[in-house]
């Protein structure tokens, strides 16, 4: 198969972007600054959570994104800066205001992203501090775009990056996000940059529709982030490219993202890939794979490597708008030439049952990377999904996070 | 404040009602069979569950409840004779036809019940053997009352009974639930006995009414089981009470068994009592308050004695159908005098917030029920709701359930 596009083992830098991660002392010492700049004007597209309850930055970030040409993103690490009330959207419009004016852009060309502990006032003396200068520590290469990349983690335990090139173009994009993790219409944060050439509206549409397949369709824990953003900064530089392949390296950089970010998952130990298929409709597919990706019945036995089908049985029949046939339901764990399903397990004698199940539970065991199947009927409608395992290392990441 | 009836502090057996509690051999040698049999015809009333992937012993239990008649209850546990097929729901009439030749009743009064894993095929040659001679094993004293509420526990860590007195007549009560826990229409496995005279609709009625403030305002884990049952039996013998009087009883009894089944979640080491209030309806104030006690990030800060009121923020924000001001959000833990609403968190110097968040920490920490309060607004809508809290224990009992 060719790829349209031609992935990179190594991170690159995007001509015409600068990059910076830094510690300013917001927890610790671990980096929580970073600051993106674009020396050229961009196209620019951006998503938002869904959250009733959107941070500051979901505020400002929303009006200055409207404009489709942001320039330049500045993030902080370990405090969100949502529910901090007028005084945390107006410290979210100085930072703005003077990275701007430290860049020499509109303010409303700067896109604000927070992260980290909701309900404490952003240390916004220690933003303007490092504001200051910032222009001068800004660098070109692949060591500042790995440090942007740290920067901006909380409790991921990797930085999440991707870098491709497309024609004469480049893409590089990162995430973060290891919790608070069920991204609704956009994501935890996610930035790209390119140089390729892509009209403002055809760009937010292309994103829109890789989010959709990509980090809407992650969970680790079922709580939607109040701070999901995913932006694309494109300056132009390398001229248009084939606006098809391009998207197809956006699809390609925000899988691997959201792939890690559900192997990321807080105390995670495994991924799963779950696909459902034989629904009435997309939706009920969805509905069915969000029911069991979120169950945590499902995620401790694929913790604990048990086979437990009997858990999709019941994550399937909670999902009361839907109701499906015991007897159509199928559950495949890996191979599908090896898969379970459940008008087998019936009809097996026990003689032959068990050395399945012992099958399953080496299967689950030994992949890092599990994938399930899950048929429900005979309809049209399906979807993939992403998600983890639930260990007790989430629970040791949760337990105490501001105490 | 003057009851209108008398909780007991002790077990009561009911008049006309006879008990059993056995091991058979299903998995171990813990109890695993019940019988409970009432010697006169009854009125009774019963709920399942909405699941669409309901057990054998749900669905041959709706058509025996129809009646209005049950006189019997047999319970196995360790096995959930769920998604077995048709010869599931063969072995469910069967174990019904048997129980109801050894007793002398119409099969149709029997109500099958079974619990545990789901997808092993019911052994019921061992419960066959079991029902031989059942009759002559049945008890009526305290001692069998208890043995039956033990019988039908699987993860449970204890068992959960209540007695009471209506004018003349007595009612007790039981449940099994620690895991799969989020019920709606009804619950997990509840039983209660009663020589209360009350007519069949009413009953119906008044157990819907009870059932919709207590067992379906639990959630473990947000997972639906597929076995939820409960079921009243009321003979008559002691005539015709105050059926107000005998409602409020019935509603302290599930409250009881609903308040201890969420104190004996899987892992869990503190029950929650949330209480939601301010809502535009009680159907947004359900929908909060589903989504903070099911939310793990809650459910984690908790466990940890963590006051981090941020995570009610996220967890209002993502029921994206009812928007809420964060000015118009407070979060209380405990005592209303000590709360802390996020207003007061945001207005107050470091110097007073820290020592509040302390002393939150403290209360969390200190107390193996804690109360937390949710005000959303000015609306009419109020709800309660009980959790608890997500520990390791909870991976521990599920991740390696059936291996």
């Given at each position: 198969?060719?790829?349209?596009?031609?992935p990179?083992p190594?991170?690159l830098?995007?001509p015409?972007?600068?990059?910076?991660g830094?510690?300013?002392?917001i927890?610790?010492?671990?980096l929580?600054?970073?600051v993106?700049?674009?020396?050229?004007?961009?196209q620019s597209?951006?998503?938002?959570?869904?959250?009733?309850?959107p941070?500051?930055?979901i505020?400002?970030?929303r009006?200055?994104a409207?404009?489709?040409?942001?320039?330049?993103?500045?993030v902080?690490?370990?405090?969100a800066?949502?529910?901090?009330?007028?005084?945390?959207?107006?410290?979210?419009?100085?930072?703005?205001?003077?990275?701007?004016?430290e860049?020499g852009?509109?303010?409303?060309?700067?896109?604000?992203s927070?992260?980290?502990?909701?309900g404490?006032?952003?240390?916004?003396?220690k933003i303007?501090?490092?504001?200051?200068?910032?222009?001068g520590?800004?660098?070109?290469?692949a060591?500042s775009?790995?440090?942007?990349?740290?920067?901006?983690?909380?409790?991921d335990?990797?930085p999440?990056?991707y870098?491709c090139?497309?024609?004469?173009?480049?893409?590089?994009?990162m995430?973060?996000?290891?919790?608070?993790?069920?991204p609704?219409?956009?994501?935890?944060?996610?930035?790209m940059?390119t140089?390729?050439a892509?009209?403002?509206?055809?760009?937010?549409?292309m994103?829109?529709?890789?989010?959709?397949?990509?980090?809407?369709?992650?969970?680790?824990d079922?709580d939607?982030?109040?701070?999901?953003?995913?932006v694309v900064?494109a300056?132009g530089?390398?001229g248009?490219?084939d606006?098809?392949a391009?998207?197809v390296?956006?699809?390609?950089?925000?899988?691997h993202l959201?792939?890690?970010?559900?192997?990321d998952?807080?105390?995670?130990?495994?991924?799963?890939?779950?696909?459902v298929e034989?629904?009435?409709?997309?939706a009920?597919a969805?509905?069915?794979?969000?029911?069991?990706?979120?169950s945590?019945?499902?995620?401790t036995a694929v913790?604990?490597?048990?086979?437990?089908w009997?858990?999709?049985v019941?994550a399937?029949?909670?999902?009361?708008?839907h109701?499906?046939r015991?007897?159509?339901?199928?559950?495949?764990f890996g191979d599908?030439?090896?898969?379970?399903?459940?008008?087998?397990a019936?009809?097996?004698?026990?003689?032959?049952y068990?050395?399945?199940?012992?099958?399953?539970s080496?299967?689950?065991?030994e992949?890092e990377?599990?994938?399930?199947?899950?048929?429900v009927?005979h309809?049209?409608g399906?979807?993939?999904?992403?998600?983890?395992?639930?260990?007790p290392?989430?629970?040791e990441?949760?337990?105490?996070?501001?105490t």
């Amino acid at each position: 198969m060719t790829l349209p596009f031609t992935p990179s083992p190594t991170l690159l830098p995007v001509p015409g972007f600068w990059w910076l991660g830094e510690n300013i002392g917001i927890k610790d010492t671990s980096l929580d600054f970073a600051v993106l700049y674009s020396e050229d004007p961009c196209q620019s597209a951006a998503m938002f959570t869904r959250s009733n309850m959107p941070g500051a930055p979901i505020i400002v970030g929303r009006e200055h994104a409207a404009g489709g040409g942001l320039q330049a993103v500045v993030v902080n690490s370990k405090n969100a800066n949502v529910a901090t009330g007028f005084s945390g959207v107006e410290r979210s419009r100085l930072v703005c205001e003077l990275l701007g004016r430290e860049l020499g852009l509109d303010p409303k060309r700067v896109l604000p992203s927070s992260t980290g502990v909701i309900g404490v006032p952003l240390p916004v003396e220690k933003i303007v501090a490092a504001i200051q200068g910032v222009k001068g520590r800004l660098r070109q290469n692949a060591a500042s775009v790995q440090a942007f990349s740290q920067a901006i983690q909380t409790t991921d335990t990797r930085p999440k990056v991707y870098s491709c090139k497309v024609g004469g173009a480049t893409l590089t994009a990162m995430a973060k996000g290891a919790g608070m993790i069920e991204p609704n219409m956009a994501t935890m944060l996610a930035y790209m940059a390119t140089d390729a050439a892509i009209p403002q509206q055809r760009l937010q549409a292309m994103l829109k529709r890789v989010a959709d397949q990509t980090f809407n369709r992650v969970s680790v824990d079922s709580d939607t982030s109040t701070s999901d953003t995913v932006v694309v900064l494109a300056n132009g530089r390398a001229g248009a490219v084939d606006e098809a392949a391009f998207e197809v390296a956006m699809l390609a950089a925000a899988t691997h993202l959201a792939r890690a970010i559900a192997r990321d998952g807080e105390g995670a130990t495994k991924l799963i890939t779950l696909t459902v298929e034989g629904a009435d409709s997309p939706a009920a597919a969805l509905a069915f794979a969000r029911s069991i990706i979120n169950s945590p019945l499902v995620k401790t036995a694929v913790h604990g490597g048990d086979p437990n089908w009997g858990r999709f049985v019941m994550a399937v029949g909670k999902v009361f708008s839907h109701p499906v046939r015991v007897e159509d339901l199928s559950v495949t764990f890996g191979d599908p030439a090896e898969g379970l399903t459940i008008r087998e397990a019936l009809t097996r004698d026990e003689g032959e049952y068990k050395p399945l199940l012992a099958r399953m539970s080496r299967y689950l065991k030994e992949h890092e990377e599990v994938v399930i199947a899950v048929s429900v009927g005979h309809g049209p409608g399906k979807e993939r999904i992403w998600g983890c395992d639930l260990g007790p290392g989430y629970v040791e990441v949760n337990a105490h996070y501001t105490t």
